[in-house]
Every structure is written in C-alpha cells, then in structure tokens.
C-alpha cells in the first residue's frame, strides 16, 4: 500500500496535508488523547481551553499554557516535519500544509505558508479586543500578565473551544482540499472540527498515516498502519 501512496505523490500536482497531534509526538510533545502522556489524561482541555475557563481562573489556565510552552520549547522537529519542509521547498506551490497543531514545529522545520488553524502556543495577545485605551503601556509582570491602566489580560494566541478559527487560513485550508489531487492526513484522531472536516472536503485521494485507526478512516482511499516519522521520509523523498 506505502508504494501505491507513493506513486499517488509523484502523480499529484497538488498535494493538501492535514497534519495533528501525532505529527509531533516523535518529538517528545504529548498529544490529547494518549493515554499514558496524553494531556487529555492529565488536564482536560474541554474545561481549561475555553475563555470560559481563562476567565474564571486566568492563573491556572495560564499555568497549563506556560507548562506546555516551557515543553515546546525544549523539543525540535522531527524527520517527518523535516521531510514535509524539504518537499515544499523542491516543490514550490505544490504542497499545502494545514496544521491543528499550536506548537509552531513545522514553521521551525523550514515548512512555507504554514496554515496554523488553531493559532501559536508560543504567542499571546489581548484578552479583550478591540483595545480603546492604554495601548502604548506594557503588560504588567504576573500569572497572566496584564495592563497596569485597564486591567486588560494577556491570552495565549491559541484558538479555543466554541472560538472561531481564522477566518482566511480556513479558508485557504477549505480552497487546498477543493483542489488536491491527494491529501495526506497525518497524526490525526479526527475528533477535532471544522479542521477534521477538511478530510471528507478533500477532491482527491485521502491517505490516512497513523499508527491507530481514526474517526477519519472511512473516508480514506488509503491508510498507512505508521508514524510520521516514519512514513511521511518514505513517501516524500
Ligand atoms: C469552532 C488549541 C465554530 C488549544 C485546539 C462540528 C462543527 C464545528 C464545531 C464543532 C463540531 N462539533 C463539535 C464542535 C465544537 C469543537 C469540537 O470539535 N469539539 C470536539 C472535541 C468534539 N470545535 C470547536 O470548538 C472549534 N471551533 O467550531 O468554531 C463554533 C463557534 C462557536 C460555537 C460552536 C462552533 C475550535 C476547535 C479548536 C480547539 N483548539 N487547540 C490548545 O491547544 O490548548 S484543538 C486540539 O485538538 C489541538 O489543536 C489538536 O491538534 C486538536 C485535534 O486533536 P488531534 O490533533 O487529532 O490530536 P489527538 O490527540 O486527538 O490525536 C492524536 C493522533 O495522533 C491519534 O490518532 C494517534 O493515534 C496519532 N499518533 C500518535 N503518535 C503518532 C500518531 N500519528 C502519527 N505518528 C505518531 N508518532
């Protein structure tokens, strides 16, 4: 099956990846829903990744993100985020690459026009937009910090539960299934939506590449029993 998916990339003028949580475990970065390091097991993202929760307790909900930032920080991109950069940049226009995840690995890989659609965990911005005062002040030092004139708080620039997703990096993402011949969903449950959706959007062949079956298998052409790591060098080189 790997050779037939092979033969799917090089016969593909336009190639859409969809790329999760899975995509940089090999990295040492947890995902939602593994049990054993999972940050499902130990947080539950459905309580803390919501204003809601940021608003009824801002120093927890800033912990977690401060926890996860100082982890992101200490890992590097894998040989599959490194292969996914390499493709595109022999590749000019032909690979687009969508990501749910926030921790900026296939940015640091090398990867062009990366479409983030659930933002950057190592970004912040205001709380409360749009700002009508103290704009030129600096964030008051604190657990999350905040403006010393209107009390403003820092947030993560992470897209949470019930939040929109960025408007033109949706759309961009929707345009790239329309029009690809092949799409590559990889290390993804498929639990997450709208992003999830984009697989059954996709014009093309789907391939599926996880080491576990997901909410997306029935709607693949293809699923590759592996990891991104190890998948993603064969069927790019
Ligand atoms: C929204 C940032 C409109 C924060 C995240 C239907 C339509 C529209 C919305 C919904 C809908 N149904 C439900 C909803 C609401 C909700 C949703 O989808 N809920 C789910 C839980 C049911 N969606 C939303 O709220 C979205 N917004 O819809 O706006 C709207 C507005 C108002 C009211 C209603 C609707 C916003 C969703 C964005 C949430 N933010 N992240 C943060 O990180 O703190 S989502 C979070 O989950 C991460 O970004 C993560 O990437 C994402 C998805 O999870 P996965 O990436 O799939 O990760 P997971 O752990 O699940 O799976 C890992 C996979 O990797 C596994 O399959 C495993 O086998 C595999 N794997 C493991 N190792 C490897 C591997 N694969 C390859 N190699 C390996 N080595």
Redesign the pocket.
């Known amino acids: 099956m790997i050779d037939q998916v092979r033969q799917w990339v090089v016969d593909a003028r336009r190639i859409a990846v969809l ?5 940089s ?2 990295s040492g970065v947890p ?4 049990a054993q390091t ?3 097991a130990r947080f539950d ?2 309580q ?2 919501t204003e809601e929760a940021f608003r009824a307790n801002p120093a927890l909900v800033w912990d ?2 401060a926890m ?1 930032r100082a982890m992101i920080a200490e890992v590097a991109p894998n040989v ?1 985020h490194v292969a996914l950069a390499a493709f595109a940049q022999r590749h000019p226009g032909r690979l687009t690459l969508i ?4 921790d900026g690995l296939h940015q640091r890989a090398g990867s062009p026009g990366v479409l983030a ?3 950057n ?1 190592m970004e912040d911005r205001w709380l409360d937009v749009p700002r009508t005062c103290c704009g030129t002040q600096a964030p008051l030092p604190g657990r999350p910090p905040k403006c010393g004139v209107c009390g403003n708080l820092r947030r ?1 620039a ?8 960025p408007e033109q990096a949706f759309e961009e993402a929707e345009r790239a299934a329309r029009e690809c011949e092949l799409m590559l969903v ?12 984009l697989a059954r959007m996709a014009r093309g062949r789907v391939a599926i ?6 909410e997306l298998d029935d709607a693949a052409d293809a699923v590759l029993s ?6 993603l060098p064969q069927l790019l080189e």
């Open positions: 790329t999760g949580a899975g995509m475990a090999e995902t939602f829903r593994d999972g940050l499902w993202p459905q803390l990744a977690w993100y996860r599959g990501t749910q995840n926030v659609l659930h933002g965990i993560p992470v897209v949470w539960f019930c939040e929109m997703l990889v290390g993804t449950s498929g639990v997450v939506y709208p992003a999830a959706g590449l996880n080491p576990e079956p997901t592996g990891t991104a790591a190890t998948l």
